[in-house]
T-cell receptor
Framework: GAVVSQHPSWVICKSGTSVKIECRSL??????MFWYRQFPKQSLMLMAT?????????EQGVEKDKFLINHASLTLSTLTVTSAHPEDSSFYIC??????????FGPGTRLTVL | AQSVTQLDSQVPVFEEAPVELRCNYS??????LFWYVQYPNQGLQLLLK??????LVKGINGFEAEFNKSQTSFHLRKPSVHISDTAEYFC???????????FGSGTRLLVRP
């Protein structure tokens, strides 16, 4: 199957700092990237959708200026949590889609904001 | 609006016993249905999906699911589980033609020897 990596897998930061999460599709080109967030004991919630070279489309209730998404290439997308606060602590999962075929998922990044 | 309900947060079962993980959804339009499995420290993997056609869908690792439109359910079953099936299982739905997945809250399957 396709390989998707996320880095870092786990990060702790102080309140007010920014954190960048990288997502790479290692053996295929992702025409579309989805970013999800998962709080403990809850569902994965879609945050935004991006296509390579285009601005991301954010779901209702997700602040685009707080969660910056860059999909600069077909194999790399980044999510930057700006001025992170404790309520942003969550599990962030990227999901690259290959064409119109199959959607894959990264292993996730656990963010803890102190 | 679409929603997915997984009623059981955890299902303990003994090895070689059958198991059913329940999933119900709500949607006003036709949907595609999915089951994903997540092993510790790994990304979600697709177990099976229903897009159209036969309501009984067979997936990997001996799992199958049945789409029941009248009951808006898509329960996952396996006739005999293994220790290695211990994982988190997510049911998801997308409206036909949409790429957006709506997930349930997940069910942890715990297989005991």
């Amino acid at each position: 199957g396709a390989v998707v990596s996320q880095h870092p897998s786990w990060v702790i930061c102080k309140s007010g700092t920014s954190v960048k999460i990288e997502c790479r599709s290692l053996d295929f080109q992702a025409t579309t990237m989805f970013w999800y967030r998962q709080f403990p004991k809850q569902s994965l919630m879609l945050m935004a959708t991006s296509n390579e070279g285009s601005k991301a489309t954010y779901e209702q209730g997700v602040e685009k200026d707080k969660f910056l998404i860059n999909h600069a290439s077909l194999t790399l997308s980044t999510l930057t949590v700006t001025s992170a606060h404790p309520e942003d602590s969550s599990f962030y999962i990227c999901s690259p889609r290959r064409g119109t075929d199959t959607q894959y998922f990264g292993p996730g990044t656990r963010l803890t904001v102190l | 609006a679409q929603s997915v309900t997984q009623l059981d947060s955890q299902v303990p079962v003994f090895e070689e016993a059958p198991v059913e993980l329940r999933c119900n959804y709500s949607s006003s339009v036709s949907v595609y249905l999915f089951w994903y499995v997540q092993y510790p420290n790994q990304g979600l993997q697709l177990l099976l999906k229903y897009l159209s056609g036969s309501t009984l869908v067979k997936g990997i690792n001996g799992f199958e699911a049945e789409f029941n439109k009248s009951q808006t359910s898509f329960h996952l079953r396996k006739p005999s589980v293994h220790i290695s099936d211990t994982a988190e299982y997510f049911c998801a739905v997308s409206e036909g033609g949409s790429y957006k997945l709506i997930f349930g809250s997940g069910t942890r399957l715990l297989v005991r020897p």
